[in-house]
């Protein structure tokens, strides 16, 4: 089982640079997980394609029809924000060096990531992946 944020189940939907090799490293792996803000996160970056005018309305609405029938058919598993995992959020704010940016999605993330006791964390955000480590996280990015 991997964790992925958000970023990179966006490349399973989308084609971006570095779409590819998350392609390869989920299909070469039993289980995925994304704490289940990572769904909204999903439909939000569609969104945004819309927004920006890089996707069609038709198009973003076949991507969130794939992507829910991913999830029906036991594709991605979501992992819940608990009590726990955001007091594990917090507890790395107060320790967090001021020189240390950190978003409290990406926060929310790693806390979960952390909490579920994976020992890495897939994603191509180079914020997330800086801050992995204030977890115990390896932050990888197959990109």
Not at 44 to 72: I, N, P, Q, T
Not at 77 to 92: F, K, S, Y
Not at 95 to 112: I, Q, Y
Not at 114 to 130: G, K, P, T, W
Request: glycine share 4%.
């Amino acid at each position: 089982m991997i964790y992925l944020d958000a970023s990179y189940i966006v490349k399973c939907y989308l084609n971006e640079a570095g779409s590819r090799k998350v392609l390869a490293l989920v299909q070469e792996r039993p289980g995925r997980s994304c704490a289940l803000h990572g769904r909204v996160e999903l439909f939000s970056a569609v969104h945004r394609r819309v927004r920006e005018k890089h996707l069609s309305a038709r198009d973003a609405s076949a991507v969130w029809k794939r992507f829910e029938s991913d999830e029906l058919s036991g594709l991605w598993h979501w992992l819940a924000l608990t009590e726990n995992v955001v007091r594990r959020a917090c507890d790395v704010f107060e320790k967090l060096p001021a020189d240390v940016f950190l978003r409290s999605s990406d926060a929310l993330h790693l806390a979960c990531a952390a909490e579920n006791r994976f020992a890495q964390v897939y994603s191509n955000d180079h914020i997330l992946l800086e801050a992995a480590p204030h977890f115990g996280l390896d932050g990888v990015n197959v990109c």
